[in-house]
């Protein structure tokens, strides 16, 4: 789960990159364990990651996607912190 709780308040979006090291399953997995995505909303993400080469995964203030970004690095995926 999230370190912090979610606002869903902020100006900063956190986007996850298209890679072909992870499936389907790992970044739906990932996204429900560590952006508290349901399963239908972290599989939408995967799908539009997949289709679109990247998503905005999270939208809140900068410390929180900078510690959501930092928990899901560890799993290899390719991620930024974009100012809105």
Same mark, same amino acid.
């Given at each position: 789960?999230?370190? @912090? @709780?979610?606002?869903?308040?902020? @100006?900063?979006?956190? #986007?996850?990159?298209? !890679?072909?090291?992870h499936?389907? !399953?790992?970044?739906?997995? =990932?996204? /429900?364990?560590?952006?508290?995505?349901?399963?239908?909303?972290a599989?939408?993400?995967?799908? #539009? /990651?997949?289709?679109n080469?990247?998503?905005?995964?999270?939208? !809140?203030?900068?410390?929180?996607?900078?510690? /959501?970004?930092?928990?899901?690095?560890?799993?290899? =995926?390719?991620?930024? #912190? =974009?100012?809105?």
């Amino acid at each position: 789960m999230p370190k @912090k @709780k979610l606002t869903h308040k902020g @100006k900063y979006q956190l #986007i996850v990159y298209n !890679d072909d090291l992870h499936t389907f !399953d790992e970044v739906i997995e =990932l996204l /429900i364990g560590y952006a508290g995505h349901n399963p239908l909303q972290a599989q939408q993400c995967a799908m #539009i /990651i997949h289709n679109n080469g990247k998503y905005a995964v999270l939208e !809140d203030k900068y410390d929180i996607c900078y510690d /959501i970004m930092h928990d899901l690095a560890e799993s290899g =995926l390719r991620m930024e #912190i =974009l100012k809105k």
